[in-house]
């Protein structure tokens, strides 16, 4: 039977009694009781709600009563009068009549702000309190145009009360009715109250809503009309989140916000409205009473952890005490002492063995110390001698050709293209004298650089020239735009997935060469920019600063301050890198670049 070292046997035995056995304990407990308090939560909820509905059904049947008397008692008589004042401009004794049998309609409600009747193209009616807002207005608002698309069919909506009266806050519930022409003799063509409903004053002005989370009125589209806010978590649904927790005429969900906190979102649609009553009840706040809950884990979490500390006390002398022997000698190898003297007869079997196998390995590094020190030694010498080996241009090119005529036997004409690309950049960087070259053999170059690239990238990306034939002549450093273009496709269009597009355009601007290099890749802030140009290592850039600093530096060592780069840039759009030359030409045209 094979023996396990004591060092496993005391990790099993913490793993399976005391941390898997807590594990499972306390997560059953927290389950169950998040259930239990989710549920109760749930059900205060929806009784709260379902409260709420019941009492806002009652008022909106009340009020639908009272406008369909406004409209149809005593055969259309208020229609008639608040006619007549309205034609009439208000006389006295009309408005008079009228504001006394409207007085005797609305004397059972006390919630009535406004009535307001509108004749038929213009002209309006105000009883009790009058509106701040122009009649144009009212007569353009969206629920005015459904009274008018819907005839005798009532129309609700919740607007605030500062948009009809002025200096004031909070909502009022607007009705609406367009009396059909049948039960209607006038030219009245609406008519609207304005009531201070009693039903949201619950959801405005908790007073246990610390208790039982937010209560908030919801349109179609999410949008909050009204609501407690008594915590931060209330203002931070965005209206596309609630819109999608509130489908349906009732339910309820456990969800996240956007802060990552759990959230019992319960609601129920109120009928005739396209409003939700929405409750938001927080995790903290489900979980508020668990103080005793707290304690127990506490109290066991102690227990277990003692019982932990009791066993690695007995296991002190066997384990430990080695450990920290081993512990010394390390320290002793970190100064360089290489004379270790370690005891052998510890207690324990398996400490004897890790102390015998530690002193081997200690030999056995030293060892290796002093053959890799040999082999460096031999290395630096190879490293010089391999100094003295060069390959030429001409070497290089004779190579390439060789590689070319195999794949051109072996018909493959990627590593042929590439070979043929490959082999007039080299000849055109190492074999050809002088420091300068026309525009038309820069182009022949980039031509030569972006087919390999695109080999490399897939044709990720396009590049294209719009060079007059005029300028291809004009005379330029070498390999001036290779490093442009390479940042413009390595740091630019590489990490982005649209396809990319680069656009290199030369021009004559007051009596200089400007050439262009436009990219749709990922673009650069101004702060990078500067670090570009000044050759500075900047955070989240990610450009061959070495080759851009070499350009800027090359042209300003050998035309003069006057002349240089400049960037232009957009973040996520583009990157426009503006090169500044002389205008020298050729007195020779050269041929157009292939």
Same mark, same amino acid.
């Given at each position: 039977?094979?023996?396990?070292?004591?060092?496993?046997?005391?990790?099993?035995?913490?793993?399976?009694?005391?941390?898997?056995?807590?594990?499972?304990?306390?997560?059953?407990?927290?389950?169950? &009781? *998040?259930?239990?308090?989710?549920?109760?939560?749930?059900?205060?909820?929806?009784?709260?709600?379902?409260?709420?509905?019941?009492?806002?059904?009652?008022?909106?049947?009340?009020?639908? +009563?009272?406008?369909?008397?406004?409209?149809?008692?005593?055969?259309?008589?208020?229609?008639?009068?608040?006619?007549?004042?309205?034609?009439?401009?208000?006389?006295?004794?009309?408005?008079?009549?009228?504001?006394?049998? %409207?007085?005797?309609?609305?004397?059972?409600?006390?919630?009535?702000?406004?009535?307001?009747?509108?004749?038929?193209?213009?002209?309006?009616?105000?009883?009790? *309190?009058?509106?701040?807002?122009?009649?144009?207005?009212?007569?353009?608002?969206? #629920?005015?145009?459904?009274?008018?698309?819907?005839?005798?069919?009532?129309?609700?909506?919740?607007?605030? *009360?500062?948009?009809?009266?002025?200096?004031?806050?909070?909502?009022?519930?607007?009705?609406?009715?367009?009396?059909?022409?049948?039960?209607?003799?006038?030219?009245?063509?609406?008519?609207?109250?304005?009531?201070?409903?009693?039903?949201?004053?619950?959801?405005?002005?908790?007073?246990?809503?610390?208790?039982?989370?937010?209560?908030?009125?919801?349109?179609?589209?999410?949008?909050?009309?009204?609501?407690?806010?008594?915590?931060?978590?209330?203002?931070? #649904?965005?209206?596309?989140?609630?819109?999608?927790?509130?489908?349906?005429?009732?339910?309820?969900?456990? @969800? !996240?916000?956007?802060?990552?906190?759990?959230?019992?979102?319960?609601?129920?649609?109120?009928?005739?409205?396209? #409003?939700?009553?929405?409750?938001?009840?927080? &995790?903290?706040?489900?979980?508020?009473?668990?103080?005793?809950?707290?304690?127990?884990?506490?109290?066991? &979490?102690?227990?277990?952890?003692?019982?932990?500390?009791?066993?690695?006390?007995?296991?002190?002398?066997?384990?430990?005490?080695?450990?920290?022997? %081993?512990?010394?000698?390390?320290?002793?190898?970190?100064?360089?002492?290489?004379?270790?003297?370690?005891?052998?007869? #510890?207690?324990?079997?398996?400490?004897?063995?890790?102390?015998?196998?530690?002193?081997?390995?200690?030999?056995?590094?030293?060892?290796?110390?002093?053959?890799?020190? *040999?082999?460096?030694?031999?290395?630096?010498?190879?490293?010089?001698?391999?100094?003295?080996?060069?390959?030429?241009?001409?070497?290089?090119?004779?190579?390439?050709?060789?590689?070319?005529?195999?794949?051109?036997?072996?018909?493959?004409?990627?590593?042929?293209?590439?070979?043929?690309?490959?082999?007039?950049?080299?000849? @055109?960087?190492?074999?050809?004298?002088?420091?300068?070259?026309? %525009?038309?053999?820069?182009?022949?170059?980039?031509?030569? +650089?972006?087919?390999?690239?695109?080999?490399? &990238?897939?044709?990720?990306?396009?590049?294209?020239?719009?060079?007059?034939?005029?300028?291809?002549?004009?005379?330029?450093? !070498?390999?001036?735009?290779?490093?442009?273009?390479? =940042?413009?496709?390595?740091?630019?269009?590489?990490?982005?997935?649209?396809?990319?597009?680069?656009?290199?355009?030369?021009?004559?601007?007051?009596?200089?060469?400007?050439?262009?290099?436009?990219? =749709?890749?990922?673009?650069?802030?101004?702060?990078?920019?500067?670090?570009?140009?000044?050759?500075?290592?900047?955070?989240?850039?990610?450009?061959?600063?070495?080759?851009?600093?070499?350009?800027?530096?090359?042209?300003?060592?050998?035309?003069?301050?006057?002349?240089?780069?400049?960037?232009?840039?957009?973040?996520?759009?583009?990157?426009?890198?503006?090169?500044?030359?002389?205008?020298?030409?050729?007195?020779?045209?050269?041929?157009?670049?292939?």
């Amino acid at each position: 039977m094979q023996r396990r070292s004591i060092l496993s046997v005391i990790l099993l035995f913490f793993c399976f009694f005391i941390i898997v056995p807590s594990v499972v304990f306390f997560g059953f407990i927290q389950g169950q &009781y *998040r259930a239990s308090m989710a549920e109760s939560a749930q059900d205060k909820a929806a009784y709260t709600l379902g409260q709420i509905a019941g009492q806002y059904t009652r008022e909106i049947n009340e009020l639908e +009563y009272l406008l369909a008397v406004v409209t149809a008692s005593n055969d259309g008589q208020p229609l008639r009068l608040a006619s007549s004042a309205i034609r009439e401009g208000n006389p006295f004794m009309t408005a008079r009549q009228l504001t006394s049998q %409207l007085s005797l309609i609305t004397s059972y409600s006390r919630n009535i702000a406004s009535i307001v009747f509108f004749r038929k193209d213009q002209g309006l009616f105000m009883y009790r *309190r009058d509106l701040t807002v122009s009649e144009e207005s009212l007569r353009e608002s969206q #629920w005015y145009q459904e009274a008018l698309e819907n005839p005798g069919q009532m129309q609700l909506t919740l607007v605030p *009360r500062k948009t009809v009266y002025a200096g004031t806050s909070g909502q009022y519930l607007l009705i609406a009715k367009h009396p059909r022409a049948s039960d209607n003799a006038t030219d009245i063509e609406t008519v609207a109250a304005l009531v201070a409903p009693t039903v949201f004053a619950p959801i405005e002005d908790r007073v246990d809503s610390g208790r039982i989370g937010d209560l908030l009125l919801v349109d179609e589209e999410g949008q909050v009309l009204t609501g407690s806010f008594s915590t931060q978590m209330a203002r931070e #649904w965005p209206p596309e989140r609630l819109k999608a927790l509130i489908q349906g005429e009732q339910g309820s969900v456990l @969800t !996240k916000d956007s802060g990552g906190r759990s959230v019992l979102v319960t609601h129920q649609r109120l009928p005739r409205a396209n #409003w939700q009553l929405v409750n938001l009840v927080g &995790y903290e706040q489900l979980t508020g009473d668990n103080t005793r809950m707290v304690l127990v884990a506490t109290a066991l &979490y102690a227990a277990f952890m003692l019982a932990f500390i009791l066993l690695c006390v007995v296991v002190y002398r066997r384990i430990l005490a080695p450990i920290r022997a %081993l512990e010394g000698s390390m320290a002793q190898l970190e100064r360089g002492d290489w004379n270790l003297s370690l005891p052998t007869d #510890w207690r324990s079997r398996e400490m004897n063995a890790l102390t015998a196998s530690f002193l081997h390995m200690t030999q056995e590094i030293r060892r290796l110390i002093e053959d890799i020190n *040999r082999r460096e030694t031999r290395k630096r010498e190879l490293e010089i001698e391999a100094l003295q080996y060069q390959i030429n241009p001409h070497f290089m090119k004779n190579t390439l050709n060789s590689i070319r005529l195999l794949a051109m036997i072996a018909k493959n004409h990627n590593i042929e293209e590439v070979a043929e690309s490959l082999g007039r950049i080299i000849s @055109t960087t190492l074999e050809k004298t002088g420091a300068t070259c026309t %525009l038309a053999e820069e182009i022949d170059l980039l031509k030569s +650089y972006v087919h390999i690239m695109q080999v490399r &990238y897939g044709n990720h990306f396009q590049v294209r020239f719009d060079i007059p034939p005029e300028l291809l002549h004009c005379v330029m450093l !070498k390999m001036l735009l290779q490093p442009i273009l390479e =940042n413009a496709i390595y740091h630019g269009i590489s990490i982005r997935e649209i396809a990319g597009d680069i656009l290199i355009t030369a021009r004559e601007e007051e009596g200089a060469l400007q050439i262009d290099i436009l990219d =749709n890749g990922n673009g650069m802030t101004a702060r990078q920019i500067q670090a570009v140009l000044k050759g500075e290592t900047e955070e989240g850039l990610r450009t061959n600063r070495i080759g851009i600093i070499n350009v800027i530096d090359r042209v300003h060592l050998n035309y003069g301050e006057e002349y240089g780069m400049s960037i232009h840039s957009q973040v996520g759009c583009y990157t426009q890198v503006v090169l500044r030359l002389p205008l020298l030409k050729k007195e020779a045209e050269p041929c157009e670049p292939s």
